[in-house]
């Protein structure tokens, strides 16, 4: 396989919208502050990287972290593509950082319910700290949908609440996210290597991928050859 010329930048959010919507499995952007960064193989847009507050503003309070000092990686959207997603998560992780020089912890989940078991983060030497409680979903018009959707439409975030959505909505207990660190300092990594754990493995292959090692359909011509 022929080595790709590899460019990692700012991404505009048109952009890291429409890899979202192509090329990630829910198919939709996080609606938080989010740093979104692009990545290009040949001149050509791949997708993106994105960093973000996560579901919490709570994120870096066990590892007595302030909210401007821990951030989580929320997506990895990328299409077909060369270099190997460990390799483009690691270089954005230091895109990141360089202009971010306050952080210290980036934190991010593997989806056990999408049969996600992290490989990207063990093939880069994340620090795996467990697995997640399960939750408690809904399925609504046959999409699986988190109780704060409700409450951001005006709802009860319980099976009262899906039900005006769906009157066939099912409650739904998904189990819980594996758990990734990446220590961005000395002192952050000796705080949170007592929290290691053996990495998870894999149990199945996914057929469509929180963070895919390929697919999605090409990018419209104009994003291609997007320049930020």
């Avoid at 950082?97 to 990207?120: E, P, W």
Wanted: include cysteine; proline fraction near 6%; charge should be positive.
């Amino acid at each position: 396989m022929s080595k790709a010329n590899l460019r990692i930048d700012w991404a505009t959010h048109a952009a890291a919208k429409y890899a979202c919507e192509n090329w990630h499995y829910s198919k939709s952007i996080p609606k938080s502050k989010l740093v979104k960064i692009g990545a290009w193989e040949n001149g050509h847009f791949i997708g993106v990287v994105i960093y973000g507050c996560g579901a919490t503003p709570n994120l870096g309070k066990p590892y007595k972290l302030p909210q401007n000092q821990c951030i989580e990686l929320v997506r990895v959207a990328l299409k077909n593509h060369i270099t190997p997603v460990s390799r483009i998560v690691s270089i954005a992780n230091k895109f990141m950082h360089k202009a971010n020089q306050g952080l210290r912890l980036l934190v991010s989940f593997a989806d056990t319910s999408q049969g996600h078991h992290g490989g990207i983060y063990q093939a880069s030497n994340w620090i795996y700290s467990g697995q997640g409680h399960s939750a408690k979903f809904y399925m609504i018009n046959g999409k699986l949908t988190h109780p704060r959707t409700l409450g951001l439409a005006g709802l009860t975030q319980n099976i009262d609440g899906a039900r005006k959505k769906d009157l066939k909505a099912k409650v739904v207990i998904v189990p819980g996210k594996h758990r990734y660190l990446m220590p961005l300092d000395a002192e952050m990594r000796e705080q949170i290597l007592p929290l290691s754990k053996p990495y998870p493995k894999r149990v199945k292959q996914a057929t469509s991928g929180d963070h895919p090692e390929s697919g999605g359909a090409a990018p419209t011509h104009t994003l291609q050859n997007e320049k930020l």
